[in-house]
């Protein structure tokens, strides 16, 4: 390395761990320097640059106790611990038990705190101290030249650094984003023995997005297919819709850590942020979207962007990456924020924007149709099987850079293989694995050989019961079960599920984009701890630990910022609440308000699900209720209808005669729309409907539509048996027969549905 770039990366490095201990609160921080010589010489540096005293620890045989040395005294302090690699490997490891065990105090002291280890040590310390680890917030290589003379003129051009320029804040900011994105972490969906964190860019799969036309066309309409990767390329603003789980956040994170990487051909600056976050901000402090971009980054100790981001914004070289529209909690709000970006985009004509929501909660109308909107298609088998191979791969290689030896890759593809076998010989599985989310939790269950659910709502309480009762198992060094208490109660899953599904319900009604204190978190708790006869004191005692085991211990929920909490995947919050509904005496009317609220339409489906795994009548009677609603507009937008088809499209067991007149109603709807927004989503319940227990009722209902008198309902059934998807012999031989209508019209769409089924053999 020139002596240019050796200058060049310490000096980014050295900055940026003056401004991280240097910010209010606690820092635990590793500065990694592989010459036990040149740690004192690099330590004087940075202490110059924080301008404030700083403690130094060594460690001794005499002295392994850095936790109860931390607390010896109070008061913000900063404090450089050196020493560690000169201790045998007994007293090294009894280091790393205190920290295990004292991480708390650390984190209760205020303090920041800087280890200088070099990479061996670190290795052992993510190995032997966990949880310990799990509160570092960054490691910064620092490397001096071996040579003395090459090295005093290193530390000489650090101490004459001048204002920085352009070029050195973009490598330090794209330096924070490929340490933000380059892993990705699953402490929080279930256990996986001692290794969280896969590499993103091994374990990616390119997702394909369908664009559709926005003129409202009778069905069948136009629809082109686009993988994402090429469609950001050919529209400059750009809308990605996707139901929950369909990778939207991890393709953003996936295309920024690229551009960071210089991964491709185009170079261009990613400003990646959430939506949900800016929404936050706004509550509370008068930024533009600009200026709460820079702002969000000196938060996490970085320094101010602002140059940075208009030079490249203008230039045209910025992509900006939208994270979570559906997030904002309000209508009126998110209007506000859509003209925000609107302006910006308009300000700043060169540069491409990204924005992406969940399907159910956008509007058209938010944004300008110089957006162009692409949703996010289901994974197909390609997918899947890529898939597949990509966790083998990187599950077996998590701790390797290079190439897998000849027996861990071998392993890993006949992992593959069975997983894909697993996935594939069963409708139903497949259906649930066309989901990435629900496809990666599938893939850890397999992994633990526990037989694959059918139905998401069985994958969600499969994921929250290992979650709380067997997450523990690999988190000890022992390999034996911890178990975790709160006062004299054992926490399993149904206590767990209890506590947290009224919260869960509250932060569904209150909070915007999943984020709650957690002052109000731990009140909620102990609210629910109050009502199991605790008294006050001890019910918000034990609700502060609560949240710790969530956070620390589970993984199931996060803090996304100073004193910020949320739940992992917004899924499983949803998953809560479904649990919370089934348990009250009228579960419809708890969730009438929010019927037909998009934000609530997966914890309707949800509860609907839940019911039905243990109560065919309960169930039913659920269904009815919607089925029945009287809302706005009911004859006109069929809104109780639709999701009532929906509820059997995720193969709910009912009554057989309900399930049939709602779906007798359903086809007589779909043979006479109009409307491009309504035939949208009919043709997703349609694909849905294909892997139920109603599917051969459905599929005989439009067979018998080809042979209709009326053309237009002939067209309507062959595209409608096309959405449903059953390759199967009755169907072929009925679409073959009508290949022979006598209206060209009626052939085409036959033929098209011949085509789509055709794919699916």
Not at 348 to 359: E, N
Not at 505 to 519: A, H, S, T, Y
């Amino acid at each position: 390395m020139r002596a240019e770039e050796i200058i060049g990366k310490l000096n980014t490095e050295l900055e940026l761990l003056a401004n991280k201990l240097s910010q209010p609160g606690i820092s635990i921080l590793i500065a990694q320097v592989e010459k036990p010589e040149h740690q004192e010489t690099l330590a004087l540096e940075l202490q110059r640059r924080l301008k404030s005293e700083v403690e130094r620890w060594l460690f001794s045989p005499e002295q392994l106790n850095l936790p109860g040395y931390i607390l010896s005294s109070e008061g913000k302090r900063t404090i450089f611990a050196f020493g560690l690699e000169g201790l045998d490997s007994s007293a090294r490891k009894e280091v790393y038990r205190i920290l295990n065990l004292g991480r708390e105090k650390i984190g209760r002291s205020g303090c920041s705190l800087l280890l200088w280890l070099p990479g061996q040590l670190i290795n052992e310390l993510m190995r032997y101290a966990p949880d310990f680890w799990a509160w570092v917030q960054g490691v910064h290589p620092l490397t001096l030249p071996d040579d003395e003379v090459e090295k005093q003129k290193v530390i000489t051009a650090l101490r004459l650094w001048g204002v920085e320029t352009l070029n050195q804040l973009r490598q330090r900011y794209l330096e924070y984003i490929v340490n933000s994105y380059r892993r990705l972490d699953f402490r929080g969906i279930i256990q996986v023995r001692n290794i969280v964190r896969f590499p993103l860019d091994r374990l990616f799969v390119p997702l394909v997005g369908v664009k559709r036309n926005r003129e409202p066309k009778v069905i069948p309409f136009e629809e082109h297919r686009v993988p994402l990767e090429e469609a950001w390329k050919v529209y400059r603003l750009l809308v990605i819709l996707g139901n929950p789980g369909s990778g939207k956040s991890t393709f953003l994170k996936h295309l920024a850590l690229t551009f960071a990487m210089g991964m491709r051909e185009e170079e261009r600056t990613p400003i990646l942020f959430s939506i949900a976050e800016y929404s936050m901000a706004r509550r509370t402090r008068n930024l533009t979207l600009l200026e709460f971009i820079a702002w969000r980054f000196q938060q996490e100790g970085l320094p101010d962007f602002t140059g940075l981001f208009l030079s490249e914004l203008e230039k045209g070289k910025a992509i900006v990456l939208l994270d979570g529209l559906d997030e904002v909690l309000t209508r009126g709000e998110r209007e506000d924020i859509a003209r925000a970006m609107e302006n910006l985009a308009k300000r700043y004509p060169l540069s491409r924007f990204i924005v992406i929501s969940r399907i159910a909660s956008y509007d058209t109308a938010l944004l300008p149709p110089d957006f162009t909107i692409i949703t996010i298609a289901p994974f197909e088998r390609e997918q899947i099987e890529s898939f597949a191979k990509n966790w083998a791969m990187s599950y077996e290689g998590t701790a390797l850079e290079d190439k897998l030896p000849p027996e861990l890759e071998k392993r890993a593809r006949r992992w593959a293989e069975d997983l894909i076998q697993a996935v594939t010989n069963h409708p139903a599985i497949e259906r649930l694995a066309t989901n990435p989310l629900l496809l990666t939790i599938l893939a850890l269950i397999h992994h633990q050989g526990t037989r694959l659910p059918q139905q998401r709502v069985e994958l969600y309480r499969l994921c929250l019961e290992a979650l709380a009762e067997t997450w523990n198992l690999a988190r000890s060094l022992s390999g034996q079960p911890i178990e975790l208490w709160l006062d004299e109660r054992r926490l399993d899953a149904q206590e767990m599920v209890r506590i947290l599904g009224p919260v869960a319900f509250w932060m569904q009604e209150n909070c915007p984009g999943g984020l709650i204190e957690r002052e109000k978190l731990e009140v909620l708790i102990a609210e629910e701890l109050k009502r199991d006869g605790f008294r006050p004191h001890t019910a918000r005692r034990l609700a502060a630990e609560f949240v710790d085991l969530m956070r620390e211990q589970m993984g199931l929920m996060v803090e996304k910022g100073p004193g910020q909490f949320s739940f992992m995947y917004l899924s499983f919050q949803e998953y809560l609440i479904a649990c919370y509904a089934v348990d009250q005496r009228e579960p419809y009317e708890l969730l009438r308000p929010h019927l037909f609220s998009s934000r609530w339409r997966e914890v309707v489906l949800l509860t609907a699900a839940r019911l039905g795994s243990f109560s065919e009548a309960q169930a039913s009677d659920f269904l009815c209720k919607v089925y029945e609603a009287d809302v706005f507009l009911k004859e006109i937008l069929h809104r109780p209808l639709l999701l009532a088809t929906r509820i059997l499209a995720d193969d709910v067991w009912v009554e057989r005669g309900l399930a049939h007149s709602v779906l007798d109603r359903f086809w007589e709807l779909l043979k006479a729309s109009p409307y491009r927004r309504l035939n949208e989503e009919a043709g997703l319940i349609l694909g849905m409907l294909g892997t139920t227990r109603y599917a051969h009722y459905v599929k005989e209902l439009f067979i018998k539509g080809l042979k209709d008198v009326d053309p237009a309902v002939r067209i309507r059934a062959a595209w409608a048996i096309g959405e449903l998807g059953r390759a199967e012999s009755g169907v072929i031989e009925a679409l073959v027969i009508a290949l022979k209508d006598e209206e060209a019209e009626v052939r085409n769409r036959v033929f098209d549905a011949l085509w789509a089924l055709a794919e699916r053999l």
